[in-house]
């Protein structure tokens, strides 16, 4: 949150999420960045629809999506929210409490910071007009989940927080409210993905 704390707050989350991967909740369920992947193949051909301008910028987007997934070490999978974002976090009286486990499946631990990072980022973009106006917060929860988790993260972390920012250009096309800000998001993409 763009609240006083909000660093502080942002690190605590990083420990909440990183003590959920270490408890062992059995699931036969699981997803793989092939299943991430198969997402955003799903999803952002819809935009090119939509946006019949944006077609070959799309394509160039899900490429590069696929090159930057294939730079991703092999994840030692465990049990991971994988919807992970804000809305997840109940703050009441300093105590955390995460919630909607409806997707809870095995995973990489990765994709749960990197999708809450990646929340942030748009909601910054969307709320704030920058999208960098909320980095405090999201190096605080990187450098938190890193030191719980392990330097080898880090790179999955940042991948999975590009690949959340790739799948809200299809979630900018899904609600009115979200339109203008389809055009601001393809070009974050395209910077961060390097093209």
């Known amino acids: 949150s763009p609240h006083p704390g909000g660093v ?36 952002l051909p819809v935009v090119a629809q939509r946006i019949p301008a944006c077609a ?55 994709l749960d910071v990197g999708n809450f990072i990646g929340h942030i980022t ?16 999201e190096e605080a929860m990187e450098e938190r989940f890193v030191e719980l988790a392990g330097k080898g993260v880090r790179p999955a972390v940042r991948a999975y927080g590009t690949l959340t920012l790739v799948r809200h250009i299809y979630l900018s096309t899904e609600f009115p409210e979200r339109h203008p800000f389809a055009e601001s998001l393809i070009q974050l993409c395209e910077k961060r993905l390097g093209l």
């Open 8 to 43: 502080l707050l942002a690190r605590r989350i990083a420990e909440a999420i990183q003590k959920l991967h270490g408890t062992l909740v059995p699931t036969d369920r699981t997803h793989t960045m092939a299943d991430e992947l198969h997402i955003l193949h799903e999803r």
């Open 56 to 110: 070959k910028r799309i394509q160039r987007i899900l490429r590069a999506c696929d090159q930057l997934a294939a730079t991703v070490a092999e994840p030692k999978p465990c049990g991971i929210h994988r919807d992970f974002y804000p809305a997840q976090v109940i703050v009441h009286h300093g105590h955390l409490h995460l919630i909607d486990f409806d997707l809870y499946c095995m995973g990489d631990p990765a």
């Open 122 to 137: 748009e909601q910054s973009l969307r709320e704030l007009g920058d999208p960098a106006a909320l980095r405090d917060r």
